[in-house]
């Protein structure tokens, strides 16, 4: 017998033989694109991309983009003299945040392709209404609190603000009082609560669907490297917010992680594994964060949203119960929309709407208008840019205060994991 033969090579369910190599390519294949990422990898990616963003005198943001969405439909429908919108709005592939959260949802659709989980996926009725009725929350709470759980509460804590602490404590409070409605909605309404059918993609469709995954690489590769290479250098820093934001929702996908099941799940399920990933990317992301603002190579007040501390204390309240009800944050929800849900479609719509309506409503009483004080920091009517190491006097407090509180909720979450005497359902 030739047993070289046999060793490189499998037989089939067909009776075919498969080379060995060809079916050690399969397997690789399957664990980077089709079996779940571990969330501390998705938290550990994420805090690579934000470094990145950081070295390039950026930041991530999600809120901006969509407000600049709802911007726009308010002007298409004729509300944007009303709101005080202005005539002359950025163009969404050129608005920095907006193209981020654009990529990040093309991201995510092409590794739903690659692992074949994409697919049209309708809701019950009722979901309809809690997600347009949490996008709405979402969309007052991102404008009160300055951002969303990504510009209100994280990018905040890479760039040393209170403003995020406080955020945090609001989506805490959110998301408990968040799944008490849900917990009622459950209890008392059975209108539209059956399921639609699935739609049913083919096989031979779905065999399709990693080489179009694979196509939509390549088309974004293409169009952030002649971006990149361009002269015209706000087209060139566009190159590195395409390649940065579709790398966010590839990342988000793949992981699965979820700024909503990291507030969410501690109270609903006791699972902390969600939660603990985000302590562990904050470990990671608040001393190197500190180190490019130490070394000027992004202004610290760049990122940091002029609302510490009530705008994020009830902007965070806000959002947090939005943000359970719509079953998705900002980044959750678009990723989820770039692997077919259309639950999240409706969410972010009255998310950006909202955001965009509401910020005009109260800007006739100069709730969120932005002013400048004498030490050079914006203020509004409901918080300030706060900056801890200026509050502090250094940086040796700042982590002191920003690592104790990730102890606290650390400890928090892996006792509720064992006792789960704080879950709410």
């Given at each position: 017998?030739?047993?070289?033969?046999?060793?490189?090579?499998?037989?089939?369910?067909?009776?075919?033989?498969t080379?060995?190599?060809?079916?050690?390519?399969?397997?690789?294949?399957?664990?980077i694109?089709?079996?779940?990422?571990?969330?501390?990898?998705?938290?550990?990616?994420?805090?690579?991309?934000?470094?990145?963003?950081?070295?390039?005198?950026?930041?991530?943001?999600v809120?901006?983009?969509l407000?600049?969405?709802?911007d726009?439909?308010?002007?298409?429908?004729?509300?944007?003299?009303?709101?005080?919108?202005?005539?002359?709005?950025d163009?969404?592939?050129?608005?920095?945040?907006?193209?981020?959260?654009?990529?990040?949802i093309?991201?995510?659709?092409?590794a739903?392709?690659?692992?074949?989980?994409?697919?049209?996926?309708?809701?019950?009725?009722?979901?309809?209404?809690t997600?347009?009725?949490?996008?709405?929350?979402?969309?007052?709470?991102?404008?009160?609190?300055?951002?969303?759980?990504?510009?209100?509460?994280?990018?905040?804590?890479?760039?040393?603000s209170?403003?995020?602490?406080?955020?945090?404590?609001?989506?805490?409070a959110?998301?408990?009082?968040?799944?008490?409605?849900?917990?009622?909605?459950?209890?008392?309404?059975?209108?539209?609560?059956?399921?639609?059918?699935?739609a049913?993609?083919?096989?031979?469709?779905?065999?399709?669907?990693?080489w179009?995954g694979?196509?939509?690489?390549?088309?974004?590769?293409?169009?952030?490297?002649?971006?990149?290479?361009?002269?015209?250098?706000?087209l060139?820093?566009?190159?590195?917010?395409i390649?940065?934001?579709?790398?966010?929702?590839?990342?988000?996908?793949?992981?699965?992680?979820?700024?909503?099941?990291?507030?969410?799940?501690?109270?609903?399920?006791?699972?902390?594994?969600?939660?603990?990933?985000?302590?562990?990317?904050?470990?990671?992301g608040?001393?190197?964060?500190?180190?490019?603002?130490?070394?000027?190579?992004?202004?610290?007040?760049?990122?940091?949203?002029?609302?510490?501390?009530?705008?994020?204390?009830?902007?965070?309240?806000?959002?947090?119960?939005?943000?359970?009800?719509?079953?998705?944050?900002?980044?959750?929800?678009?990723?989820?929309?770039?692997?077919?849900?259309?639950?999240?479609?409706?969410?972010?719509?009255?998310?950006s709407w909202?955001?965009?309506?509401?910020?005009?409503?109260?800007?006739?009483?100069?709730?969120?208008?932005?002013?400048?004080?004498?030490?050079?920091?914006?203020?509004?009517?409901?918080?300030?840019?706060?900056?801890?190491?200026?509050?502090?006097?250094?940086?040796?407090?700042?982590?002191?205060?920003?690592?104790?509180i990730l102890?606290?909720w650390?400890?928090?979450?892996?006792?509720?994991?064992?006792?789960?005497k704080?879950?709410?359902?």
């Open positions: 017998m030739n047993h070289s033969s046999v060793a490189s090579s499998n037989p089939t369910a067909s009776g075919a033989v080379p060995r190599w060809l079916t050690g390519l399969r397997e690789d294949y399957a664990t694109f089709v079996e779940e990422w571990s969330p501390y990898l998705g938290a550990a990616l994420l805090v690579i991309v934000t470094a990145v963003l950081l070295l390039s005198g950026l930041f991530w943001g809120y901006g983009g407000k600049l969405w709802g726009w439909f308010n002007s298409f429908i004729g509300l944007g003299p009303v709101l005080g919108i202005s005539e002359s709005l163009n969404p592939l050129m608005h920095r945040i907006s193209l981020m959260d654009i990529t990040l093309i991201g995510a659709f092409s739903a392709l690659l692992s074949r989980q994409f697919a049209v996926r309708r809701p019950p009725k009722i979901e309809y209404a997600a347009a009725f949490g996008g709405i929350l979402m969309g007052i709470g991102a404008a009160l609190a300055g951002g969303c759980t990504t510009g209100g509460f994280f990018t905040p804590l890479m760039f040393s209170p403003a995020g602490w406080v955020m945090w404590a609001g989506l805490l959110g998301a408990f009082l968040g799944l008490k409605i849900v917990l009622w909605i459950a209890e008392n309404i059975t209108w539209g609560t059956k399921p639609p059918p699935t049913v993609v083919s096989p031979a469709m779905k065999r399709l669907y990693p179009i694979f196509a939509v690489i390549a088309a974004i590769v293409w169009w952030a490297t002649s971006w990149y290479g361009s002269a015209d250098e706000k060139a820093v566009r190159g590195i917010v390649l940065t934001g579709f790398a966010q929702g590839f990342i988000l996908h793949r992981s699965r992680f979820c700024f909503a099941r990291v507030f969410r799940e501690p109270f609903m399920t006791g699972e902390g594994t969600m939660t603990k990933a985000m302590i562990w990317a904050l470990a990671l608040i001393p190197i964060s500190s180190l490019l603002l130490q070394y000027k190579t992004v202004d610290p007040f760049l990122a940091i949203p002029p609302t510490f501390w009530l705008g994020s204390l009830v902007g965070g309240v806000i959002f947090g119960m939005g943000m359970v009800l719509a079953g998705g944050c900002a980044s959750g929800s678009m990723w989820r929309m770039g692997e077919g849900h259309i639950k999240l479609w409706v969410a972010v719509f009255f998310f909202t955001g965009s309506t509401f910020s005009g409503v109260v800007k006739h009483w100069d709730l969120l208008t932005k002013e400048m004080n004498l030490d050079m920091v914006e203020v509004t009517k409901v918080g300030y840019q706060a900056y801890l190491p200026n509050m502090l006097g250094g940086w040796s407090w700042t982590f002191l205060l920003s690592f104790g102890l606290v650390y400890l928090f979450v892996r006792y509720n994991e064992s006792t789960e704080f879950t709410v359902l």
